[in-house]
DNA sequence: CACTTAGCACCCTAGACACA
DNA sequence: TGTGTCTAGGGTGCTAAGTG
């Protein structure tokens, strides 16, 4: 730091760098973050158990989870973990969910947690403290290799036919979505003949939801 | 209804560490 | 010793819930 006086800024103030869709609704109590998928979190789950805790660079070399930079992978870790260190698990061939599951049940008022991850509170442990925890949950968590050895991962698929399958996907969903649009469309149409033919009748769409946000 | 508060996810960076 | 990588911890913006 050069500034020594100036509090660290991690981010500029103003609006975000990136707009995500995902900025939602509370997702408490879940293990995934908007970002991930169930599948890409088990993929991962899986890379980490085979490649070893941390190890980052072979499961980016591995293209299991194209797109994914380490930094996202440490996050997703960590939730699975549910603590923020990761440190004490380095290297190690463990099921981090098996960590989340114990982590989760420890309470208590010198608990203190962020996004659902336990925090360490106690000061950053030295680098021999952080050798002996490591040795610890590897006779305690690692799996043998015989289990994790023989784990299949996703092949990196070609580019061009994963843009092809999203193409194919967006072709199916514009179709349904014109599908209910004709639905919509027609139900209207039946209305208002009705409504011609028996004026009297008050117009229930009133209490129908809008549809306006189906407009593009 | 407007405002405040709580709790979340994601982003960012300083500093520690590993390695050539 | 320089450089790249990793990660702990803090900042920001969001939504839901609570309150007057």
């Known amino acids: 730091m050069s500034e020594d006086s100036i509090k660290p800024q991690s981010m500029s103030s103003g609006p975000r760098n990136v707009l995500r869709p995902n900025d939602s609704a509370s997702l408490w109590n879940c293990s995934l973050s908007p970002g991930w998928s169930r599948e890409e979190s088990e993929i991962l789950r899986k ?5 070893g805790i941390g190890n980052w660079a072979k499961i980016i070399e ?6 994914k930079t380490n930094a996202q992978m440490n996050l997703q870790l960590q939730r699975m973990l549910g603590q923020q260190s990761t440190a004490e698990f380095n290297g190690l061939h463990i099921d981090p969910l098996v960590i989340g599951e114990k982590n989760s049940k420890i309470q208590g008022p010198t608990v203190k947690r962020k996004n659902n991850c336990i925090v360490n509170t106690g000061g950053k442990p030295s680098r021999e403290e952080i050798k002996r925890r ?3 949950n590897k006779e305690l968590y690692e ?3 015989e289990k994790w050895s023989e784990f299949e991962l996703p092949k990196p698929e070609d580019p061009f036919l994963v843009l092809e399958a ?19 469309s027609a139900l209207r149409k039946q ?4 409504l011609q033919q028996f004026p ?6 009133e ?6 946000d189906y407009k593009e």
């Open 143 to 145: 799996l043998p290799e």
């Open 166 to 184: 999203k193409r194919g996907e967006l072709r199916h969903l514009q179709h349904e979505l014109s599908s209910v649009e004709e639905q919509i």
């Open 200 to 205: 009297g009748e008050t117009d229930s769409s």
């Open 47 to 51: 890379a980490l158990i085979k490649f």
């Open 62 to 67: 591995s293209q299991c989870l194209p797109g």
């Open 207 to 212: 209490n129908e939801p809008e549809c306006a």
């Open 134 to 136: 490591i040795q610890k």
């Open 191 to 194: 209305r208002q003949l009705h």
